[in-house]
């Protein structure tokens, strides 16, 4: 089903048009479409848009939220690229209509709430699998789009918690501003200025397949320890080869649904759905060579696929 336009629903006055706006074009953001779609389905006085910001920036998603605001919108629910410069926006829009984070946070915004990852804890779990996969220790590269973005920032501040006095340092953080070929050289830069280095660990959902295939390339598969974040396809299929140790993934189909049903409580008066944090936590799973297999066939049903491709 795609989702329903405001245009459609303005024939019944008591419908609330809700927005979910992601970062990126990720499929990570597919699964969490399917959750908006749940939510416009089971709710009679909901009416839900999806935008995706085509080149992933905080411009690109001002733009959209202008013209959501320009069309009535009663709620949004953004993902914002770099929370810290984008908090005088929210708060905006947030004199206006009901807004949201999900994914990443902005909290020091008059949004509302956050509905995501409790994205320290998703950290320290990484940082556990890091633990286990180099049992003897070691030195290890991680790598991140931006570090501008909260969660980018909270998944470090777990993973150096958890290791915090053991045998393994952490040589440096690499960005790549989101660009997949600029991450893949990063690594391969990495494994030839240090050739030691015994893990490398992807913050976001991209970064894994790129280090999958900067150590394919490099024929130090099995070598190098690879623990990452989300299920992006190739990263999935890393898991079941073995050539990935872990990945921590999130329930963005949780994210859609649950960001889309607690602002229609919200806008029908029932304030009592946030808690006094104002943060909703997803719990994150973590997916290894045993339960991959399972993941693989719910999260394809998620994305509406017969089979992985």
Known sequence: MALTFFACARRRSNVKHLAFVTNNASDF????????????????????????????????QKRIVDDLLAKGVDGIAISP??????TQMINEVARQVLVFTQDSDAP???????????????????????????????????????????????RLQGIKEVLRGSNIEIIDVRT?????????????????RYPDVKGLVGLWSYNGPAILNAVREAGKVGQVKIVCFDEEDETLAGVRDGAIYATVVQQPYEFGYQAIRLMREVLNGNRGVIPASKQVFIPTLVVKRENVEEFIKRINQLRGRSEQR
């Open 176 to 192: 790549d501003d989101t660009d997949r070929v600029r991450a893949k050289s990063n690594v391969a830069d990495t494994l030839v």
């Open 108 to 154: 020091r915004s008059d949004r509302a709430c956050y509905v995501g990852t409790d994205n320290v804890a998703a950290g320290r779990q990484a940082g556990e699998l890091i633990k286990e996969a180099l049992p003897n220790g070691g030195r290890i590269m991680i790598f991140v789009g931006k570090l501008d973005a909260r969660n980018a920032q909270e």
């Open 29 to 60: 953001w597919t699964i969490a479409r399917r959750g908006c779609e749940r939510a416009d389905e089971e709710f009679d006085d909901v009416t839900v848009e999806f935008r995706i910001p085509s080149d992933g920036t905080a411009a690109e």
């Open 81 to 86: 690229v770099d929370p810290e410069n984008q």
